[in-house]
């Protein structure tokens, strides 16, 4: 299935095509031939990608650090809207998963800590940014399991840094790209612990131009040859650099409903699902596979497709699509949190 993209590449304003360039210079030097990251060179570079919290509010958005486990480096970046209007409401939670291809990226990452500024403010909601841990240092299932500490620390309320308003029965899992693969997988398993969690409910899951793949090559994947950010060959990269030794792109990981996915159809709780299409990402197929399987076996999911986005587009604010992605993202959340009452 094919994108409803009248040109064969996108168009983007002169400064962004210069920052992505940027970045992805930085990452493909970082790539060693033998699937391993030059992290020691990537870290050259810190100053100009990460961002520190700030407890001081800016713009109406506070936010902390907290650590989740030190021994592994897992922290959350927790955004708190301070307006007052906020402040005198309880607000819905996104737990959030950045992207990066399992391998990139972290909650400070400059583009991330934007986006999830963005959301706590227009939302309005408190949005942890959850810190996991990085391939090819850290395979498979390595992310899912951080991804699911980070729901067990909310769950038990973490420190006085939790604003009293945060409704954890109220809450999001959300990710883009590696981070939305990282959300399904993290939903799958907290549907099956539902019973060993007592304040936090996931009602909804938002992924957002999720990572999935497969041995085959789809048409979106041999057509969109000359986009930004995602390519075959770098896809085909991460994934080895992913999947525990041996395997190959039809494991459960990558290709969900595939030939040797998990069956989820069992999972009664398993939570409404809302999927973030863009008509310039290669990976679109895979996405949309995704979206008529969770249909398929009996699940509640929604689409929105964004004809003339790119891979991570939510990350410029200055793209039409990623203000209309967060008003379509406060919609669903309105809509979810309003059927509970």
């Known amino acids: 299935m094919g994108s409803s993209s009248s040109s064969a590449e996108p168009v983007l304003p002169l400064h962004i095509k210069i920052m992505i360039a940027c970045q992805s210079i930085l990452t493909d030097v970082s790539r060693r031939s033998d699937d391993t990251i030059n992290r020691s060179f990537l870290n050259l570079f810190n100053y100009l990608v990460k961002v520190p919290p700030n407890e001081k509010p800016i713009e109406g958005i506070k936010a902390v650090d907290i650590v989740v486990d030190p021994n592994k480096n897992l922290f959350l970046r927790l955004f708190t809207p301070t307006d007052k209007a906020s402040s005198d409401q309880t607000l819905p939670v996104i737990i959030y998963f950045h992207g990066g291809g399992f391998s990139f990226c972290s909650p400070?990452?400059?583009?991330?800590?934007?986006?999830?500024?963005?959301?706590?403010?227009?939302?309005?909601?408190?949005?942890?940014?959850?810190?996991?841990?990085?391939?090819?240092?850290?395979?498979?299932?390595?992310q899912y399991e951080d991804g699911l500490q980070s729901l067990r620390l909310l769950d038990s309320k973490i420190s006085n840094w939790f604003p009293a308003n945060?409704?954890?029965?109220?809450?999001?899992?959300?990710?883009?790209?590696?981070?939305?693969?990282?959300?399904?997988?993290?939903?799958?398993?907290?549907?099956?612990?539902?019973?060993?969690?007592?304040?936090?409910?996931?009602?909804?899951?938002?992924?957002?131009?999720?990572f999935f793949g497969g041995e085959e090559r789809t048409e979106s994947e041999l057509r969109l040859t000359n986009v930004p950010i995602v390519s075959v060959e770098k896809a085909d990269w991460h994934w080895k650099a992913f999947l525990p030794e041996g395997c190959d792109r039809d494991h459960e990981a990558v290709n969900v409903f595939g030939p040797n996915s998990v069956d989820i159809s069992g999972l009664s709780k398993f939570p409404v699902t809302l999927v973030v299409i863009g008509g310039f990402d290669p990976l679109q197929d895979w996405q949309r596979r995704y979206f008529e399987g969770l249909k398929r076996i009996g699940k509640e999911a929604y689409l929105v497709e964004y004809p003339k986005a790119i891979h991570i587009f939510y990350g410029f604010p200055e793209l039409i699509e990623s203000s209309l992605l967060i008003n379509d993202v406060k919609k669903f959340i309105e809509k979810r949190t309003h059927l509970l009452t």
């Open 166 to 210: 945060a409704d954890l029965s109220r809450c999001f899992l959300a990710g883009d790209s590696a981070g939305g693969n990282l959300a399904h997988n993290v939903a799958v398993r907290y549907s099956a612990e539902i019973n060993d969690f007592r304040e936090l409910k996931v009602i909804s899951l938002i992924a957002i131009q999720p």
């Open 108 to 142: 400070d990452f400059f583009l991330y800590d934007n986006f999830c500024r963005r959301m706590a403010k227009n939302i309005p909601a408190i949005v942890v940014s959850a810190n996991y841990r990085l391939s090819p240092e850290y395979r498979f299932p390595t």
